[in-house]
């Protein structure tokens, strides 16, 4: 079983920046998680939760067209902690943003798929004001 705390989340003008942090224990111990497929997703009142960026087991990334540009998703080097910096943040990037982690996959596209996920954190609330 593995347990994901996100944090990073706060209120910020549009145009400005905050990072993400989404770290990986098991049994209360700090545990890698890079084999995993991992992804940020993010959900906003009344809207369907919506997939924002992944990286497979190799490595490889995706983002939605939405963030393209201006998020990145990134590990440290332990594999310990999954990472979102959000830069250009825009008013319509408000959403509760969650971390999960899947089944090691090299596929991208399974890691796309909201079900290859079955680790999910509490959620981290991100509002951008105009």
């Known amino acids: 079983q593995v347990q994901l705390v996100e944090s990073g989340g706060g209120s910020v003008q549009a145009g400005g920046s905050l990072r993400l942090s989404c770290a990986a224990s098991r049994f209360g111990y700090t545990t890698t998680i890079g084999s995993y497929c991992l992804g940020w997703f993010r959900q906003a009142p009344g809207k369907e939760r919506e997939g924002v960026a992944n990286?497979?087991?190799?490595?490889?990334?995706y983002y939605a067209d939405f963030v393209k540009g201006r998020f990145t998703i990134s590990q440290d080097n332990a594999k310990t902690t999954l990472y979102l910096q959000m830069n250009s943040l825009k008013p319509e990037d408000t959403a509760m943003y969650y971390c999960?982690?899947?089944?090691?996959?090299?596929?991208?596209?399974?890691?796309?798929?909201?079900?290859?996920?079955?680790?999910w954190g509490q959620g981290t609330q991100v509002t951008v004001s105009s």
């Open positions: 990286i497979d087991t190799g490595s490889t990334t």
């Open positions: 999960a982690a899947g089944r090691p996959s090299y596929s991208n596209a399974y890691c796309r798929r909201a079900d290859a996920y079955n680790y």
